[in-house]
């Protein structure tokens, strides 16, 4: 019995040391990076509704507009040197992109921080957030007001997808490796055709969900292109250079390049003009756990770099 206890007490005091630490570490890794944030970004976006400035990074193309434009939302980092990047890259191809920090100043590439970022972060706070940066947009000169399309990677493809559903002024939707939806009578309220974007060894999404989320998107009716890529892990699009080397991730992001074209640049504008009923999103822990695991231990294991 004795040594049963101890035991039990050696455990208890792992816990709470494995607790201690990784609360110090999170506050640690926030004191050392409130600064991170103005690095990359290069814009103020005002409030709506006494709701706080968004800051983001835009990323305008050559030329002159009025330019289709994407939001893109960043991963569970949050904004990082990477998305602005890809922002860049992006508008290359003559999209206005603005990149939104939807965390509201915090970015790390601390693991246990880039969770709690998450569980911390209400899902009708991001959206009033995109709300305000979307009214900014529409009011913008250079801005395309009916060509206004949402992407986003892992978190940020969730998030693209909560709010396409709570926005039905959206032109598009993609989706790197968000957790999918899977019952069409929510989804039959999205505005526009949909790219799913997702790893075939992305341990986080099994691959049935992804199928039922396709067999859901075909019965509400929405417009949608569900790819899976053989052999990939979540998060196999990494960074802007290794996009333009090809492979596997150059196909990906040339297959986003082919449906904003059709979707953004050619295409109709939203379908959908009646009221949205209200969809509540909810937090998915499981999703975010293997998530977590993915990117510490697992194939997923590319880090942001911050300026």
């Known amino acids: 019995m004795k040594m049963v ?21 999170i506050a640690i890794d926030f004191l050392a990076g409130k600064e991170r944030i103005l690095a990359v970004t290069n814009t103020t976006i005002p409030g709506r509704n006494g709701e706080p400035e968004v800051r983001a990074y835009v990323a305008t193309p050559p030329g002159e507009g009025p330019f289709p434009v994407v939001i893109m939302i960043h991963e569970f980092y949050g ?27 915090s970015t790390t ?10 569980i911390t972060n209400n899902p009708d706070q991001v959206n009033r957030d995109l709300d305000s940066v979307y009214a900014w947009i529409a009011a913008q000169p250079n801005a395309a ?28 939707t993609v989706i790197f490796y968000g957790s999918p ?61 290794s996009i333009r ?6 196909q990906a992001w040339t297959q986003m390049l082919k449906f904003l074209e059709k979707n953004l640049k050619q295409g109709a504008v939203s379908r959908n003009s009646n009221p949205l009923p209200v969809y509540q999103d909810s937090f998915d822990w499981q999703y975010y756990l293997i998530v977590a695991y993915e990117h510490a231990f697992g194939t997923a294991s590319h880090h942001p770099q911050h300026p």
């Open 181 to 241: 939806v899977t019952d069409p009578q929510v989804l039959r309220s999205l505005p526009g055709p949909v790219l799913g974007i997702f790893g075939g060894a992305d341990n986080s999404i099994p691959v049935e969900d992804v199928l039922a989320f396709e067999a859901a998107l075909n019965q509400a009716g929405i417009p949608n292109e569900i790819t899976i890529y053989d052999g990939q892990p979540h998060a196999f699009v990494t960074d802007i250079e």
């Open 245 to 250: 080397a090809g492979g596997v991730q150059g």
């Open 145 to 172: 007001q009916n060509r206004i399309g949402i992407a986003g990677f892992c978190y940020g493809g969730r998030a693209s997808l909560s709010y396409s559903l709570h926005n039905n002024q959206l032109a598009a």
């Open 79 to 105: 904004l990082n040197q990477s998305i602005v990047d890809k922002a860049e890259g992006l508008a290359q191809e003559g999209y206005l992109v603005v990149a939104p920090d939807t965390f509201r100043g």
């Open 109 to 118: 590439a601390w693991i246990p921080r880039a969770i709690y970022q998450v």
């Open 5 to 25: 206890r101890r035991i039990l007490s050696g455990l208890l005091i792992l816990v709470i040391g494995l607790f201690i630490f990784l609360a110090g570490s």
